[in-house]
């Protein structure tokens, strides 16, 4: 694009300057009006650490230090992110605030809510599991201190009813109670109460809640809330994290119950069997009357019990391995399965964490979905090949240790048989004792387990630590931001502007000016284009006319002239025959015919006007009225008589249809059209036409022939051989480019000779070359506000 094109381009936008400022000074105000009623939305945010687990293992960490293991501390931070903003916890927080009943003072434009502080209180007669389910809105309207109105539409007529009073409603009997302290300020207001079902106000605020790390390897989690009212957004973030801390406490205390209840009930079994040994041995020595054997086979006894101790303790794993796999095959459900029972196999610990957790989501999701969920469904599939594991591994554990146990008997067996040489008293009680010190140790075993599981619940502590409460990020609302507000509407005020033109201009197919019209007609020349008139503005131009017309006219003279000179040179006759023609009637070829004539009879020329459009003839009308200061008697026989008349009868001679008047001053001769013939393409024909062009043309200096449109019949065409020039009439904003196509299409056949086009009827904004350059004489100055 050149620099001619470009500035072309940017004046079709800037000459419409005003319909930017219009479009700026309307989205402004638009602007303004959303600023005003725009409800304004507060940012709180929240700052929480998640506290790693103090048995993590040390390797482990070492290995994330050396980052050997990729990001596991990233991965766990997104799974709590994941739990934190779970539906659940969610939820909870909507039930504990009671964020599913709002209450709104209904306005004008708006209504407000109001949180917290409310004017009275709601007691439905129905379950609170029921109406958390439903959806419905009610209007109360305080009227005094003991009377309120009641409605359950905005349009239904208000129903008076007193406090305490039972009021029945679909959703169950509604009994309101006033909040006396602050009632009075609500007095004559009408507030709507709105039930939400308590999903859809948890999944709002989930999905308005943002929860992100600090960092990529940071524990600090960043959580994020906006809500018209600041206090609401404050105490959402906070319930949330006290939520999220709560169920980490109640998942750790569900553990330690399973495990304290799986070891008080191997501690009863134990302590009867404890019980029965110990009556056993005090049986024996009672009968046997023992008393001590510890100085006999004291180095027998050295040498079994290193290998005692390993039996033991092998015998120890194999009856919590046996317990456990018991218990396992009992379980039919997916409840949580004790941990740290004192197992040494860490891959059955691991696993039963893993089953653990995986459970306890379980668990947490059954409270918003059914066991046909999905996700629940996935869980089961995962617990049941985590028990199945398990078990397989207690199999195995338990076969291991089996084979040790016996191992180790084997070995003692032989150990002792030295010492079964001593008197079978001693060998008896010896078993006696061993079977009491092994159920000992087993029962200390669990007593000390158990103490230590009751620790571990007594000293749970939450999954994080909370660095920063819920707090405004800052005290102006985040939303709607007015900077943004007030540059988005100036650039939509600009854009939508912009948009219209550039439409209009890419959907226009019309002649708006000599130079649109230049750019399609390239080497035939436009003489000139007229400028557009108002309704009180003159059609004729008088003489010493200085206003925009004349000056056009003036140059279209000038124009006209130049070609007739230039086209002279080697042509016979005075080459001054000029015919008026267009593509349809409408586009002013007859306006700019008499006006020609007009401009030109201002210099003192002869000049003749012609009306050829013998089907549409308009002179008749033209030269009547007040723009005719005086007419002139035919000197001709047939003073009525027109170029049809001339056509038809060969006893009318050219002098008797010619017409001298005195327009404005300017003294022209006009032949009219005469009677509307009813085979006019024939008349046309006619020796006779050819026999009026050549007299006229050595009578005057200018012969101004008004022909009919072009594209409509052809009886322009029948005469066109008869003309030196023809200009073709456009009318700004009504001729198509197609239409311009037609003559030069005619032209390139040879059918039409020495084609010259006029642009008419071109606005203000447009008149001059590209719509640059004014005429400057007498111009029409449009008022700042006309468009």
């Known amino acids: 694009m050149n620099e001619d094109n470009f500035g072309d381009l940017l004046k079709v936008y800037t000459k419409r300057w005003k319909w930017f400022l219009l479009g700026v000074v309307m989205s402004i105000f638009f602007a303004i009006l959303y600023l005003r009623y725009a409800t304004e939305e507060y940012q709180a945010q929240a700052k929480i650490h998640i506290i790693e ?30 739990i934190l903003n779970s539906r659940s916890n969610f939820i909870e927080v909507v039930k504990i605030l009671k964020l599913n009943v709002k209450f709104k003072v209904v306005g004008n434009l708006k209504s407000s809510e109001i949180y917290k502080v409310r004017p009275f209180n709601l007691n439905f007669t129905q379950n609170d599991s029921l109406i958390n389910q439903e959806e419905f809105t009610f209007f109360i309207e305080p009227i005094d201190k003991t009377n309120f109105g009641f409605t359950l539409s905005e349009d239904e007529p208000i129903q008076n009813f007193t406090y305490g009073e039972n009021i029945n409603t679909p959703y169950g009997d509604l009994i309101v109670t006033p909040n006396e302290q602050i009632l009075s300020g609500y007095l004559d207001k009408k507030i709507s109460i709105d039930f939400i079902p308590v999903f859809k106000v948890a999944e709002s605020y989930q999905s308005k809640t943002i929860i992100q790390p600090a ?45 304290s209840n799986f070891i008080n009930e191997r501690i009863l079994d134990i302590s009867s069997e404890l019980s029965s ?30 290998n005692r101790q390993e039996l033991d303790n092998a015998k120890t794993q194999l009856n919590i391995a046996s317990g456990m796999r018991e218990y396992l095959s009992d379980e039919s459900g997916f409840e949580v399965l004790p941990a740290n029972v004192g197992l040494s196999d860490q891959s059955i610990a691991s696993a039963t964490a893993k089953y653990n957790e995986l459970a306890l989501e379980r668990k947490r999701l059954l409270k918003s979905a059914d066991a046909q969920n999905p996700i629940i469904v996935n869980l089961d599939e995962q617990l049941s090949g985590l028990k199945e594991t398990i078990q397989s591994s207690l199999s195995g554990v338990e076969r291991n240790l089996g084979l040790q146990v016996n191992n180790l008997s084997g070995q003692l067996s032989r150990i002792n048989s030295k010492i079964y040489a001593a008197p079978s008293t001693s060998r008896q009680l ?9 159920t000992e140790s087993l029962f200390l075993y669990l007593l000390q387990k158990r103490e230590e599981s009751q620790i571990s619940l007594a000293s749970s502590s939450p999954k994080s630590k909370v660095i920063d409460q819920a707090h405004l990020q800052q005290l102006e609302p985040v939303k709607p931001k007015k900077i943004i507000t007030y540059l988005a509407s100036i650039i939509l005020g600009l854009l939508v502007p912009f948009g219209l033109i550039y439409a209009k201009d890419l959907l226009d197919n019309k002649i708006h000016n000599k130079h649109s019209l230049e750019d399609i007609t390239k080497d035939v020349p436009v003489l000139g284009e007229l400028p557009k008139l108002g309704k009180r503005d003159a059609k004729l131009i008088t003489k010493d006319d200085r206003s925009v017309l004349a000056e056009s006219l003036r140059i279209f003279r000038t124009n006209l002239d130049y070609l007739i000179k230039s086209k002279k040179e080697g042509i016979q006759g005075k080459n001054n025959k000029v015919f008026i023609t267009s593509s349809v009637p409408g586009e002013g070829k007859t306006f700019i015919s008499t006006n020609l004539a007009m401009i030109l009879a201002s210099t003192h020329k002869k000049v003749l006007l ?24 035919g000197a001709g026989k047939n003073k009525d008589a027109g170029l049809t008349e001339f056509i038809f009868n060969d006893k009318i001679e050219v002098k008797d249809i010619i017409n001298p008047m ?35 043309s050595g009578m005057y200096d200018y012969v101004i022939v008004d022909t009919a449109p072009l594209m409509v019949v052809s009886d322009t065409l029948l005469i066109t051989p008869y003309a030196d020039h023809l200009v073709y009439v456009t009318r700004a904003g009504v001729t198509e480019t197609k ?47 006309k468009f």
């Not at 010896?430 to 092994?438: H, L, S, W």
Request: proline share 4%; glycine share 6%.
């Open 53 to 82: 687990e103090q048995n993590a293992s040390s390797e482990l960490a070492a290995f994330n230090d050396l980052q050997i293991l990729g990001k596991g501390g990233k991965n766990r931070v997104e799974d709590e992110i994941e």
């Open 215 to 259: 960092g990529d390897l940071s524990n600090l989690i960043t959580i994020s809330l906006t809500d018209p009212i600041p206090r609401k957004a404050i105490d959402i973030l906070n319930e949330l994290v006290s939520v999220y801390n709560m169920n980490a406490i109640e998942d750790k205390k569900i553990i330690a119950d399973r495990t």
């Open 277 to 306: 040994v110990d009556q056993d041995a005090q049986e024996f020595k009672t009968e046997k009357g023992i008393t001590d054997l510890a100085n006999e086979s004291n180095i027998a006894l050295n040498m079994s019990a290193a």
């Open 430 to 438: 010896r078993d006696i004792e061993r079977q009491q010190q092994t």
């Open 610 to 633: 012609i009306g050829a459009d013998i089907r549409n003839p308009k002179f008749y009308s033209f030269f009547t009225g007040d723009s005719v200061d005086k007419m002139k008697s």
């Open 662 to 696: 005195l327009v404005h001053h300017n003294t022209i001769d006009v032949i009219y059209s005469g009677k509307i013939p009813p085979n006019p393409a024939e008349l046309l024909m006619s020796p006779r036409v050819e026999e009026l062009f050549d007299y006229v």
């Open 739 to 785: 239409a311009v196509e037609f003559p030069l299409q005619l032209l390139e056949e040879g059918k039409l000779k020495n084609l010259s086009f006029v642009v008419n009827d071109v606005s203000l904004d447009n008149l001059g070359y590209g719509g640059k350059y004014g005429y400057g004489y007498s111009k029409t100055t449009k008022k700042w506000w």
